[in-house]
Nanobody
Framework: QVRLVEFGGGLVQAGGSLGLSCAAS????????MGWFRQAPGKDREFVGG????????YYADSAKGRFTISRDNAKNTMYLQMNSLKPEDTAVYYC?????????????????WGQGTQVTVSS
């Protein structure tokens, strides 16, 4: 079993920046990919981006490209999401996820473990 805990949500003005982190514990040796998702009220959970745990290769949704950066620290079993140039439409609960497969996928079903989520609110 893998436990994921997100940190760093909050309120920020449009155009500002915010950083999230996701700490993994437990059977982290079974994790091969990690991802960030978000879910706004009344909407489906959507992929923001992800990282291959071994290679560090990152993948981003179009909405995140150029503004968000994902990184990971293998020694700390932690993944990060740096969000810049935030927009009101980025407001959502942000979740981190971990998967046992080797692929960083954009679909929810790819991931086996989920954090509890952290609220990000961007004011206009």
């Amino acid at each position: 079993q893998v436990r994921l805990v997100e940190f760093g949500g909050g309120l920020v003005q449009a155009g500002g920046s915010l950083g999230l982190s996701c700490a993994a514990s437990g059977r982290t040796d079974s994790v091969y990919s990690m991802g960030w998702f978000r879910q706004a009220p009344g909407k489906d959970r959507e992929f923001v981006g992800g990282v291959s745990w071994a290679s560090g290769t990152t993948y981003y949704a179009d909405s995140a490209k150029g503004r968000f950066t994902i990184s990971r620290d293998n020694a700390k079993n932690t993944m990060y999401l740096q969000m810049n140039s935030l927009k009101p439409e980025d407001t959502a609960v942000y979740y981190c996820a971990a998967g046992r497969s080797g692929s960083v996928g954009s679909e929810v079903y790819v991931y086996d473990y989920w954090g509890q989520g952290t609220q990000v609110t961007v004011s206009s």
